[in-house]
């Protein structure tokens, strides 16, 4: 009974064995080994050469020679966008005619004051992210208004050849 286990086991062994060979072909013994090798060898150069205390060390060493103080960046940067001061012109058209227009203006002027500001002046005063807004709003009522004329002039044109047909 003993002898037949272990002749399954070396057989069934020998079959992984052929077939590991086979797919990965016969040099992967000796790359894997390397690498196994390098892995190891790896770790115990690093643990050994820089252990805890020296790694904290070289660390303290570095921190302070290498990088140079931040506090005079920030401040600067800082200075820099208060100084940048963009004026920023908005095409106040939206449909082409004066009377539609203004109407429309003050509906986004009405809007942005009771749904953005009362909010968004308590985080900045910067009026770059209102114009965004505004903006935005404006392009959406121009494809709005672009559309709905298309969309007229199509209405038109079938009702005209409903007519003559």
């Given amino acids: 009974m003993l002898t037949e286990a272990s002749l399954s086991i070396w057989g069934w062994g020998s079959l992984g064995i052929v077939l590991f060979l086979i797919t990965f072909g016969p040099f992967v013994i000796f790359y894997l080994t390397f690498y196994i090798l390098c892995f190891v060898g790896g770790g115990l150069v690093v643990t050994l050469l820089f252990g805890k205390t020296n790694s904290e060390k070289y660390l303290e060493q570095c921190e302070h020679s290498f990088l140079p103080p931040t506090s005079t960046g920030v ?5 820099e966008m208060k100084r ?3 004026t920023i012109k908005i095409d ?11 109407p429309l203006q003050q509906v ?6 009771d749904y953005v500001q009362y909010w968004y002046y308590t985080l900045s005063d910067d009026e770059s992210f209102l114009l965004e807004i505004r903006q935005t709003l ?6 709005f208004a672009t559309n709905s004329d ?3 002039k199509t209405l038109v044109s079938l009702c005209l050849l409903e007519y003559v047909i």
């Fill in 108 to 113: 986004i002027q009405f809007s942005l004051r």
């Fill in 150 to 152: 298309l969309f007229n």
């Fill in 84 to 86: 940048e001061a963009r």
């Fill in 138 to 143: 404006q392009n959406a009522l121009i494809q």
């Fill in 75 to 79: 401040p600067k940067c800082l200075e």
């Fill in 92 to 102: 106040r058209r939206l449909t082409g005619a004066n009377i539609i227009d203004e």
